[in-house]
């Protein structure tokens, strides 16, 4: 930029009558400076204030000898706390450090890095993430990437769904993210006993909270780290929760020879007894939601079911109990209504649709809604999952457009589309089982409606025709996407 031109010599600037002289401008500033340091003052006081310094106030505390834990908060993510509500760990070895969950921001990973140089100036030989929730791995990129390491389904889980997660922690705890990107943990760990870093140490991989939940034991001192399976003093999350499945890995900790408990979030203990309180919320959680979906309840009253007393001590139970619900009543009330058979739908089908019923293929009828409706209530579905946006074939057309060339007929459907997508967790899951399950990816849901009914449109999937925990996993998530459909659409 050019410089302006200074003033000619003989130009005269004089004080216009309403503004200060020169001489009464130390004063103004004089008065500024005891405002702004006045409000400062006043600021310092303010429990938010602090959060502009993006300071986590991590202290290790070490528990037993060479394991430590920093215990977050048993809070919701906000703007205040930034993230910090989870319990993340490290084992000092004779050789190394073994990191136990990464926070929930780029700047969480930085200063738990430097909260673990104040105690050992030992190298990281090994980060682990205990599953794919964003409070446990998005301080990740403060870590050696070599280091980083988790299941298998876990490092499917955060490819698929880490950027989405990212994105809504921006939203949650705001510039406390800035910087934050995902990192992917490029080593799958081997369950079992092993020695790491100086350190004997065994990997549990189990499951429940999510898809794959990994729990470490420290034999050098007896210390179970079980991350989110177990909850002290706040109420479990379950956005991805296998109830059934939880309660079994409960059961598989309990039996360990364990002198001290590290949960997922709340205070470490020296007995069972955060196991039992998880395990009976998780239970009390399930029987309520079949007995609601059983007595035919709809979600607004299930959300005004008594909290039992013993829970009333939890934190944050009203709200996690909601979230619950709405995460697991609509499976549940699916379950009830497919019961032994539909009655509107043995009525409806025709002896076609009942071959296709035989060979595994599920179908939802909604009435009196336009085909776009479903379609988009169906492709937000799949994005609520944190799955990339599906690939939508034009199906319909497509039959129209070749039916003078093949001589089928035309206007089978009044529109009909499907949606073909990949859920990498599930996809990893399959591929784990067997190689050949590469065929059964992607999944595809199909939305279709009839000339003579074009405001009668139905959703048919087809879950993987195999009894495996992979196919099972799939068939849960294409259900849950038609539920999901279905409540957006108001049809719950």
């Known amino acids: 930029m050019t410089p302006a031109a200074p003033l000619?010599?003989?130009?005269?600037?004089?004080?216009?009558?309403?503004?200060?002289?020169?001489?009464?401008?130390?004063?103004?500033?004089?008065?500024?400076?005891?405002?702004?340091?006045?409000?400062?003052?006043?600021?310092?006081?303010?429990?938010?204030?602090?959060?502009?310094?993006?300071?986590?106030?991590?202290?290790?505390?070490?528990?037993?000898?060479?394991?430590?834990?920093?215990?977050?908060?048993?809070?919701?993510?906000?703007?205040?706390?930034?993230?910090?509500?989870?319990?993340?760990?490290?084992?000092?070895?004779?050789?190394?450090?073994?990191?136990?969950?990464?926070?929930?921001?780029?700047?969480?990973?930085?200063?738990?890095?430097?909260?673990?140089?104040?105690?050992?100036?030992?190298?990281?030989?090994?980060?682990?993430?205990?599953?794919?929730?964003?409070?446990?791995?998005?301080?990740?990129?403060?870590?050696?990437?070599?280091?980083?390491?988790?299941?298998?389904?876990?490092?499917?889980?955060?490819?698929?769904?880490?950027?989405?997660?990212?994105?809504?922690?921006?939203?949650?705890?705001?510039?406390?993210?800035?910087?934050?990107?995902?990192?992917?943990?490029?080593?799958?760990?081997?369950?079992?006993?092993?020695?790491?870093?100086?350190?004997?140490?065994?990997?549990?991989?189990?499951?429940?909270?999510?898809?794959?939940?990994?729990?470490?034991?420290?034999?050098?001192?007896?210390?179970?780290?079980?991350?989110?399976?177990?909850?002290?003093?706040?109420?479990p999350t379950t956005p991805h929760a296998d109830i059934a499945r939880w309660l079994a890995a409960l059961d598989a900790l309990e039996r360990l020879p364990a002198q001290r408990w590290v949960p997922g979030h709340g205070e470490v203990v020296t007995d069972t007894a955060p196991l039992r309180q998880t395990r009976d919320y998780l239970a009390w959680l399930q029987r309520t939601i079949r007995q609601s979906a059983e007595d035919g309840l709809d979600m607004s009253e299930v959300f005004a079911t008594p909290i039992p007393a013993r829970f009333a001590a939890l934190a944050l139970v009203e709200n996690e109990?909601?979230?619950?619900?709405?995460?697991?009543?609509?499976?549940?009330?699916?379950?009830?209504?497919?019961?032994?058979?539909?009655?509107?739908?043995?009525?409806?089908?025709?002896?076609?649709?009942?071959?296709?019923?035989?060979?595994?293929?599920?179908?939802?009828?909604?009435?009196?809604?336009?085909?776009?409706?479903?379609?988009?209530?169906?492709?937000?579905?799949?994005?609520?999952?944190?799955i990339t946006p599906p690939v939508v074939s034009h199906f319909g057309h497509m039959l129209d457009r070749t039916a003078p060339d093949l001589g089928h007929a035309r206007g089978l459907y009044a529109e009909a589309e499907i949606l073909t997508f990949c859920n990498a967790a599930v996809a990893a899951r399959l591929a784990a089982e067997a190689r050949e399950h590469i065929a059964l990816c992607p999944l595809s849901i199909g939305v279709y409606a009839e000339p003579r009914a074009p405001r009668e449109v139905r959703v048919a999937y087809r879950p993987p025709g195999i009894d495996t925990p992979g196919a099972t996993a799939a068939r849960e998530l294409m259900a849950r996407i038609v539920r999901r459909a279905a409540a957006l659409l108001g049809r719950e």
């Open 321 to 386: 109990f909601r979230r619950s619900v709405a995460h697991l009543f609509p499976a549940a009330e699916q379950a009830v209504l497919e019961g032994p058979a539909r009655a509107d739908e043995a009525a409806d089908e025709t002896a076609g649709r009942q071959a296709g019923a035989d060979a595994g293929i599920r179908v939802r009828h909604f009435t009196d809604v336009d085909f776009s409706d479903v379609r988009d209530a169906l492709a937000e579905a799949i994005a609520a999952e944190g």
């Open 8 to 235: 000619a010599p003989t130009c005269v600037v004089r004080p216009h009558p309403r503004h200060p002289r020169p001489g009464r401008f130390p004063v103004v500033m004089r008065w500024l400076a005891r405002v702004l340091a006045a409000l400062s003052a006043l600021l310092a006081l303010i429990p938010g204030a602090h959060a502009e310094r993006f300071d986590y106030r991590l202290e290790p505390r070490e528990i037993a000898p060479g394991a430590y834990v920093i215990v977050g908060l048993k809070e919701d993510f906000s703007f205040t706390n930034g993230g910090n509500i989870a319990n993340a760990g490290f084992l000092v070895g004779t050789e190394g450090v073994i990191v136990i969950d990464t926070g929930s921001s780029k700047r969480y990973g930085e200063q738990m890095l430097a909260a673990i140089r104040r105690v050992t100036p030992l190298p990281v030989v090994l980060t682990l993430n205990t599953h794919h929730h964003p409070d446990h791995f998005l301080g990740n990129q403060a870590f050696p990437p070599a280091t980083l390491a988790a299941l298998p389904e876990t490092i499917a889980a955060i490819r698929s769904e880490g950027e989405a997660f990212n994105a809504n922690m921006y939203r949650l705890n705001g510039d406390w993210m800035r910087d934050t990107e995902v990192v992917v943990p490029a080593r799958a760990v081997e369950p079992g006993r092993q020695r790491i870093g100086g350190r004997d140490v065994e990997l549990l991989a189990l499951g429940g909270h999510t898809v794959a939940d990994l729990a470490l034991v420290d034999h050098d001192t007896g210390t179970v780290f079980a991350a989110d399976l177990v909850f002290n003093g706040r109420t």
